[in-house]
């Protein structure tokens, strides 16, 4: 939430647009002061959509993340300024992030002398909204080189700023923020750096507090995981393993170390089932991804893990009534879809 809070508090200019801004992603003001809230991606996108079209701001996700700090992350934040030294302070951003969201996936990954750190959305917030993945990656590539740069008390900048998504026509903000032209059409997210920047030392670097708010994150985490069901941690799994496709069965037992079957008595046992968990979750993808008018009703269909259109279009009709077409075609009319 408190990501979201900076977005609605960034952009909403009046207490007219605050309410605007939180009814058009189902949340109550009063949300967003719970920083242990944890906001769907259906919410996420609408928010962050609303936001761009309410301030017409291009590049919202770039002057959302130029001002903020580490505190928007809460432990993680006060773990990362406690860290020795940015190369070490990224790598907790990695290893807890799930500690303030599920919907992005941070990695450093350091070579000889560079270091590159990817960041990804979940890929069906690609499919969904490109465009708000696209400023969420703003948001993150400009927060991260705010924190860099904070926490170092250096200047520093990277080597290059690579984008999985299309050219922009005016690239001159990220150019003032990054001090480099970014690169379109690439094969990830990713900000590429001198390995020797990223070796500066943190400047409130704490050894006993890095390792208290370590220990305070891993007891979350933890106690998190251990309160939450099986069928919503399947659900997670899912979600985060979506990629071209719909996650099968064999691939998702896997994922979780145990067998197909022993997956499907854990269902049974909060008295659900593979079939009922992956239907509830194709129909929610089914409703968002086809906002996105650049997506084929066919290529849905094979997103969701269904071998030809004609499955799901029945699929689809058992669940809202109608067909996709004719849903697609309500919500485009009335100027809910998403074409970008």
């Known amino acids: 939430m408190p990501i979201i809070r900076n977005i609605v508090m960034g952009t909403a200019k009046n207490s007219n647009e605050l309410e605007t801004l939180c009814r058009m992603g189902d949340i109550a003001i009063s949300d967003l002061d719970n920083s ?41 934040g006060h773990l990362v300024q406690s860290s020795r030294d940015m190369l070490s302070a990224l790598q ?63 200047n520093l900048i990277p080597k290059k700023v690579l984008y999985r998504y299309t050219r922009l026509k005016d690239l001159s903000e990220h150019e003032r923020i990054f001090k480099c032209r970014p690169l379109f059409n690439q094969d990830g997210n990713c900000l590429v750096f001198h390995l020797a920047d990223l ?24 106690k998190y995981q251990t309160g939450e069901s099986f069928t919503e941690k399947l659900r997670q799994v899912i979600l985060k393993n979506y990629q071209s496709a719909f996650p099968q069965l064999e691939e ?40 996105n008018e650049s997506l084929s009703i066919a290529g849905i269909a094979y997103k969701l893990g269904y071998s030809e259109p004609g499955s799901f279009r029945k699929a689809f009709k058992a669940w809202t009534g109608k067909n996709p077409l004719e849903y697609k075609k309500d919500n485009f009319s009335t100027g809910t879809g998403n074409a970008r």
Not at 49 to 70: F, Q, R, V, Y
Not at 98 to 117: C, G, N, P
Not at 257 to 272: A, F, G, V, Y
Request: with cysteine; proline share 4%.
């Open 36 to 76: 242990e809230l944890r906001v769907s991606l259906d919410k996420n996108c609408k928010i962050m959509d609303a936001a761009i079209n309410m301030s017409g701001d291009p590049n919202l996700g770039l002057h959302i993340g130029e001002k903020i700090t580490p505190v928007v992350l809460g432990i993680t």
């Open 92 to 154: 907790n951003l990695q290893d807890f992030t799930s500690s303030f969201t599920r919907l992005y996936h941070f990695q450093i990954v350091v070579t000889k002398d560079e270091a590159f750190f990817y960041c990804e959305p979940l890929q069906v917030w690609n499919d969904i909204s490109p465009d708000t993945a696209r400023h969420s990656v703003d948001i993150a590539f400009a927060g991260a080189l705010r924190f860099i740069n904070l926490l170092t008390g250096q």
């Open 252 to 291: 998702l037992s896997f994922y979780m170390n145990i067998t197909p079957r022993t997956l499907q008595r854990k269902l049974q046992d909060e008295n659900s089932s593979f079939r009922l968990l992956s239907d509830s979750i194709k129909q929610e993808l089914a409703l968002n991804l086809l906002l």
């Open 199 to 222: 070796q500066f030392p943190v400047i409130g670097y704490n050894q006993e507090l890095n390792l208290v708010f370590k220990k305070l994150l891993n007891e979350e985490l933890q």
